[in-house]
């Protein structure tokens, strides 16, 4: 990286870090991760010239794949078989949302049929961004929309269990190492992270940076090689690392140009958790789900942001990370067969 996109980067990551401690010190849930959201996002829209190199952020997501991997005891398999009913009400949730948010952005939003469509799904930020603009759709507008929703529903869901369900966080945001790091957990959890993430990308899995030291660190845990989990300080650093990326999406935001987006995308993402509150409603009183982690799962954020949530609130992460996966590849393979089936064109896209 160059001297000045060192400096951009470093700067940003003070002003997410400082946001961060403020959340720390008024004891709100996941305060690295959503204090630095806050700052940054704040000065970008203000013109600041927020920035998260995508390499960085990846070398440090890699340290949350290794702490989610964590979760994926032996005693996960006991509890296989009530996630199928999960994720068939997890797919009836997504063809629902994607629907009714088609018809919201090209009615309402006044988008136009492509974008509205690759818009409206409740998930999947990078791949409908880059899916939808190889098919016709505006990638300015996509990306707004879904940037949009992952904010207000990353920052949102947080502080409802933290004021209505009664949740408290540790202090400091990030609760401490239950035993000190070997050199033998150290070289564990470290290969787990960089060669899961080189594996990742070789796989072309979604979210590789993620995905692959998660992967490999539930084998690492799941078979007893090791029980240990990264520093406290370093996980932190990747929650503002991971914070900071997401108010970077809103540098350079003219809001001149893409204000009416951006009110409809708020708009919308408001109606996603309403309509996430419903569904998790009818899931408690239809098939018995307990009401926490079904939250979790329906709540249309991103992968990393939701799990480490989950971590936070002492929920079932591998629960939470698995069924958001499954979300994020049910979206990836078949909203662009459904668009194709569709047969709609660039110039038909009115």
């Known amino acids: 990286m160059s001297s000045s996109l060192v400096f951009k980067t470093g700067l940003s990551l003070v002003i997410g870090g400082l946001g961060g401690w403020i959340f720390a010190w008024a004891r709100l849930p996941l ?11 704040a000065v970008a829209l203000l013109g600041g010239g927020i920035t998260m190199p995508k390499q960085f952020r ?10 989610l991997g964590s979760a994926f005891t032996p005693e996960i398999v006991d509890h296989l078989r009530g996630w199928l009913a999960a994720f068939a009400a997890l797919a009836t949730y997504v063809a629902v949302a994607t629907t009714l948010g088609f018809l919201y952005f090209h009615h309402v939003g006044k988008l136009d049929r492509i974008t509205a469509f690759f818009a409206s799904t ?8 880059m899916v939808g603009e190889s098919m016709g759709a505006d990638a300015r507008h996509v990306s707004l929309c879904h940037a949009t929703r992952v904010l207000i529903v990353v920052m949102t869901i947080p502080l409802y269990f933290r004021f209505f369900m009664g949740y408290v966080p540790p202090e400091g945001g990030v609760a401490p190492l239950q035993a000190a790091l070997d050199a033998r957990d150290v070289i564990v959890l470290t290969g787990c992270g960089l060669i899961g993430w080189w594996l990742g990308r070789k796989a072309k899995m979604p979210a590789a940076q993620l995905l692959g030291p998660m992967i490999l660190s539930a084998i690492a845990h799941f078979t007893g090689l090791t029980q ?4 406290s300080e370093i996980v932190a650093l990747a929650q503002v690392a991971i914070g900071t990326s997401v108010g970077a999406r809103f540098a350079g935001l003219d809001l001149r140009a893409v204000g009416r987006t951006f009110v409809a995308a708020t708009g919308w993402a408001v109606a996603l958790l309403l309509l996430t509150v419903v569904a998790t409603g009818l899931i408690e009183i239809l098939l018995g789900m307990d009401r926490a982690p079904t939250l979790l799962v329906m ?13 936070a609130l002492g929920i079932d992460v591998a629960f939470v990370s698995t069924l ?19 047969g ?3 110039n038909s896209a009115a």
């Open 31 to 41: 305060p690295w991760m959503l204090g630095a959201m806050a700052a940054t996002t």
């Open 228 to 231: 240990s989990r990264p520093p």
């Open 299 to 311: 709540a249309p954020g991103g992968l990393a942001e939701m799990t480490l949530i989950a971590l």
């Open 344 to 346: 709609w064109r660039p």
């Open 58 to 67: 990846n070398l440090l997501v890699t340290v949350l794949g290794v702490l």
């Open 324 to 342: 958001h996966l499954l979300r994020i590849a049910l979206i990836a393979v078949f909203a662009p067969l459904i668009f194709r089936a569709l």
């Open 122 to 129: 409740p998930g999947g930020l990078g791949e409908m961004t």
